[in-house]
């Protein structure tokens, strides 16, 4: 049986039989279990209740060697269904390599009213301030991470010291910023200029990763399309994402749907993401996509590079039990390797809209796995609702009218 005709306890009995979760962790998720009212207190002001989101997983994820079971949290189906889609033709070709680069937050203190000898004065004392920032946070120097880098950039009306800092396996936030309150505090004593701000950067520069799949033609074909003339398509429409930002915006908007997904899975912040991701893309000055595809010795080429700005330790990450179940699902041993995961999962997201842009077209596909959402919207439940996406899926007319004539038929209204 395919793992999407299996019902959810089946799904989660898959789960425990491999070995991704165990029989507590199984039980949770068959009772559905919302975290507890002192979390959801502890994580968000004036707190009524708790907002659910379905919680499934991507298969067929080859990463570096490695086989992956991906948690992903979305409502919308397609998503998943193209992830594991593209991840089964890529596994097929051989997987996934990625390249993940240093992790290093960049934070900012930004001064003002400053003298040339206060600035000559912050620029000659680089060690000492280098030295001071190092020691800020003790416990990050024990885990192999702290203060990596320290330079000045010059403004028309503000001197801003930049910090670069190793966060290990914590997205930092809280870190890099204590580090940056307790430097500038330092500063103050040095200097009669203000301090504006001391605050992270979520511009993830220094976190930029590459991933990469090389597809054979074959795993592209279609029953209308040979895999080199889907290829070819799919080249072309990633080149004109180079020169259209409109299409662009479309095309990266798809890897961020498995990214996202991803994210929220694992407690980690999609809006710093979202923003670190977009501002790379911008970096040319003209908005570009993520991805870049060829056709390079027979086989369809795709290379995913963009900041990953998450952590796998951690605020949410830790405090959330579902968070922590995605990361012992995926097996997590560092940010790195999830770091990795999320790439390959935005690159197989970007493969399979594309291929069906360019081949059968993306209604095709979508509407088909969105007429049960449609069926429950007309108000089916139970067994009607698997009756009605049948019905919805053999007229190809996707409506709310059409469910709900479809429905009171079958309830002999």
């Not at 299996?6 to 039980?27: D, V």
């Not at 002001?45 to 991906?70: C, H, M, R, W």
């Not at 009306?157 to 890099?176: H, P, Q």
């Not at 809209?353 to 139970?382: C, D, F, P």
């Amino acid at each position: 049986m395919k793992i999407y005709e299996m019902t959810n306890e089946q799904r989660i009995e898959l789960l425990k039989k491999r070995g991704l979760i165990n029989s507590k962790q199984a039980q949770g998720l068959k009772e559905r279990q919302p975290i507890t009212i002192d979390l959801a207190n502890s994580l968000s002001e004036n707190q009524i209740g708790v907002f659910s989101l379905p919680y499934g997983f991507a298969t067929d994820f080859l990463i570096d060697g490695k086989d992956y079971v991906v948690p992903m949290v979305i409502e919308e189906p397609s998503v998943i269904a193209a992830a594991s889609n593209a991840a089964k033709r890529i596994k097929n070709s051989g997987g996934f390599k990625t390249f993940p680069s240093e992790r290093i937050v960049y934070g900012q203190i930004v001064l003002e009213n400053l003298s040339v000898s206060d600035i000559e004065k912050l620029e000659q004392s680089c060690s000492e301030i280098f030295e001071f920032a190092q020691k800020a946070h003790p416990s990050l120097i024990s885990r192999g991470g702290g203060v990596v880098s320290l330079k000045f950039n010059r403004y028309d009306d503000f001197l801003e010291l930049e910090l670069g800092i190793d966060t290990v396996d914590a997205m930092g936030a809280n870190m890099v910023n204590s580090i940056l309150e307790k430097t500038a505090q330092k500063i103050t004593t040095m200097v009669s200029g203000d301090i504006l701000c001391s605050i992270l950067s979520n511009s993830g520069n220094g976190q930029v990763i590459t991933a990469e799949a090389e597809i054979d033609f074959e795993q592209l074909k279609t029953k209308e399309m040979s895999g080199l003339e889907v290829a070819q398509r799919i080249t072309r429409l990633a080149e004109f994402a180079k020169q259209s930002v409109k299409r662009a915006v479309t095309h990266n908007k798809g890897i961020m749907n498995g990214i996202d997904a991803v994210y929220l899975a694992t407690g980690n912040d999609f809006r710093a993401q979202e923003a670190a991701a977009h501002s790379f893309a911008f970096e040319t000055g003209q908005y570009q996509p993520f991805s870049t595809w060829k056709i390079q010795n027979d086989h369809l080429v795709g290379t995913l590079k963009m900041p990953v700005e998450l952590g796998s330790v951690g605020g949410a990450i830790s405090a959330l039990p579902m968070a922590q179940m995605s990361l012992a699902i995926m097996k997590i041993e560092s940010s790195k390797q999830l770091q990795s995961i999320i790439a390959a999962v935005g690159l197989a997201n970007n493969l399979s809209a594309l291929r069906a842009l360019v081949t059968t077209g993306i209604q095709a596909g979508h509407m088909s796995l969105q007429s049960k959402s449609l069926a429950v919207s007309v108000g089916a439940e139970g067994e009607e609702i698997v009756e009605v996406s049948k019905i919805l899926n053999q007229t190809k007319n996707y409506t709310i009218a059409n469910a709900k004539q479809i429905l009171t038929r079958l309830r002999g209204k």
